[in-house]
């Protein structure tokens, strides 16, 4: 799996989301390798290495189970992990599977459904699919650029992609083949009974004006986890760790540390 390393100390492993890569975690890297090992990793099928992992599967599952791998082959466990949507989705389920390969998990505004006890299967509106749909069918027939503002602005805010930079700009469209496998290996519901199988201390952060679907996810967690925190990154949204990246990082130094060895 490919990776960026930097710093020396504690490790800290950068898991990416949707349309990212290792890249995505640049301001992290350099504002927290004066104190830690950090680490970002390019899940399979992303940029750089997207056509290496053809014959296997594109899955959230078989996401979560190369971070058990990677760790082992870098030999420097167990880890601090944080994960950004669909990066927080596979970190949580990490989490719960190698209990032992996770001293801290840091969520931002995690992705995937809310399944509150009693109520039918937790799903996404139809809007959020067609949408999504029509994102697809833009990139699919060549109309990468208006197919990636569609999905961006819907993650995030309207107006996001055409004030993102040239270097996020450049990531997304690296990774736009990543977005049809995505949408047909749907995340799965984050639950109580789940929360509860993560048995380590955890970091909830999400952006102030994010939208409402990650503050769910983070209100549910934050209720149901054994262990939690919550923190919220003022005047950002979903991609607050590139907004305010000072003030992330510092969310992210002020939790690890008290859970230094």
């Not at 971070?67 to 949580?92: E, K």
């Not at 959020?128 to 961006?152: H, K, P, T």
């Not at 999400?206 to 769910?216: N, T």
């Amino acid at each position: 799996m490919p990776y960026v390393e930097r710093g020396e100390g504690e490790l800290l492993l950068f898991v990416h989301g949707s349309l990212c890569d290792y890249r995505y975690w640049q301001p992290q890297l350099a504002g927290l390798a004066p104190h830690y090992r950090c680490v970002s990793v390019s899940l399979s099928h992303y940029w750089p290495a997207s056509r290496i992992a053809d014959d296997q599967p594109f899955s959230w599952s078989h996401h979560a189970d190369e971070l058990a791998q990677f760790i082992d082959a870098l030999g420097a466990g167990p880890a601090h992990v944080i994960g950004h949507s669909r990066g927080g989705a596979v970190a949580f389920q990490f989490a719960r599977r190698y209990r032992d390969h996770v001293r801290t998990l840091t969520l931002a505004d995690p992705g995937g459904p809310v399944q509150q006890p009693g109520q039918t299967l937790a799903t996404l509106p139809e809007t959020v699919n067609a949408l999504r749909a029509r994102a697809v069918a833009l990139i699919a027939a060549g109309e990468v650029n208006a197919g990636l503002e569609l999905f961006v602005d819907s993650v995030s805010r309207p107006g996001f992609w055409a004030r993102s930079t040239n270097a996020f700009r450049r990531m997304a469209t690296d990774n736009a083949h990543t977005l049809g496998p995505q949408f047909h290996d749907p995340l799965p519901a984050f639950t109580r009974e789940a929360a509860a199988e993560v048995h380590c201390p955890v970091l909830l952060i999400d952006g102030q004006l994010s939208p409402e679907v990650f503050h769910r996810a983070v209100a549910a967690l934050e209720a149901w986890l054994p262990d939690a925190r919550r923190a919220t990154v003022e005047g950002a949204s979903h991609g607050m760790n590139l907004a305010r990246p000072a003030a992330f990082n510092e969310l992210i130094d002020g939790f690890v540390s008290g859970f230094a060895r």
